[in-house]
């Protein structure tokens, strides 16, 4: 039963342009969502995150937007550069516990 | 500064053999994490510890134990490898939940032949 869940496994994005990263969500306990982004041999390293209490957070390039009536958040990056070009994560941690959850990840791929 | 240090880098085990990854943290950091990322699958949660000497069940504990030996150490361990445990391993830890972000570690590459 994936929690968290990223339906896109890849997209590509021409450098320059908006890229839009989707993530969907099931349990409603979630309040604290996070975006990290992975590239090969490495470990996940922290974008950006957002509270239950926000609908949207910016970080540079990076914004994160949260629907909590639709149990949705997209974290956009504008404008894409091809050093984006990752696997990125959403998480996302239930109300007061410890645990933090991830999706699938997306392949993000921006070319020139 | 460190950060988040996993051992070894990479292990091949056979079928039944036991083995455990370490991991340790230089932040101070309360929480400490063991996922797992296999194809398709995302980074799942194996087990948690909120803060010294405790423990949780993640996602997908099965076949998998965990000792948090001080606030630094987080180890796993695999008491009898299985093919199905082939995957990258990674350790993460974070301050507290409050609003703080996980910090990784570079992973463990497992094979189970």
């Known amino acids: 039963d994936q929690q968290v869940k990223q339906n896109s496994p890849s997209l590509s994005v021409q450098e320059g342009r908006i890229s839009i990263l989707n993530c969907d969500y099931t349990?409603?306990?979630?309040?604290?969502f996070l975006w990290y982004k992975k590239y090969p041999a490495e470990g996940p390293t922290f974008l950006i995150s957002?509270?239950?209490?926000?609908d949207k957070n910016e970080d540079g390039r990076f914004t994160v937007f949260l629907n909590k009536s639709a149990k949705h958040l997209s974290l956009h990056i504008v404008p894409s550069q091809p050093g984006d070009s990752a696997v990125y994560f959403c998480?996302?941690?239930?109300?007061?516990?410890?645990?933090?959850?991830f999706g699938t990840g997306t392949r993000l791929q921006v070319f020139p | 500064n460190a950060g988040v240090t996993q051992t070894p880098k990479f292990q091949v085990l056979k079928t039944g053999q036991s083995m455990t990854l370490q991991c340790a943290q230089d932040?101070?950091?309360?929480?400490m994490y063991w996922y797992r990322q296999d194809p398709g699958m995302g980074l799942r949660l194996i087990y948690y510890?909120?803060?010294?000497?405790?423990?949780d069940k993640g996602e997908v504990p099965n076949g998998y134990n965990v000792s948090r030996l001080n606030k630094r150490e987080f180890s796993l361990r695999l008491e009898s490898a299985a093919p199905s445990q082939t995957s990258v391993y990674f350790c993460?830890?974070?301050?507290?939940?409050?609003?703080?972000?996980?910090?990784f570690g570079n992973g463990t590459r497992l094979t189970v032949t």
């Open positions: 993460a830890s974070r301050r507290d939940r409050l609003g703080s972000p996980l910090h």
């Open positions: 349990n409603s306990m979630f309040d604290y």
């Open positions: 957002i509270s239950s209490i926000k």
């Open positions: 998480a996302a941690s239930p109300y007061n516990t410890d645990k933090l959850i």
């Open positions: 932040m101070n950091h309360n929480s």
């Open positions: 510890s909120a803060s010294e000497g405790t423990t």
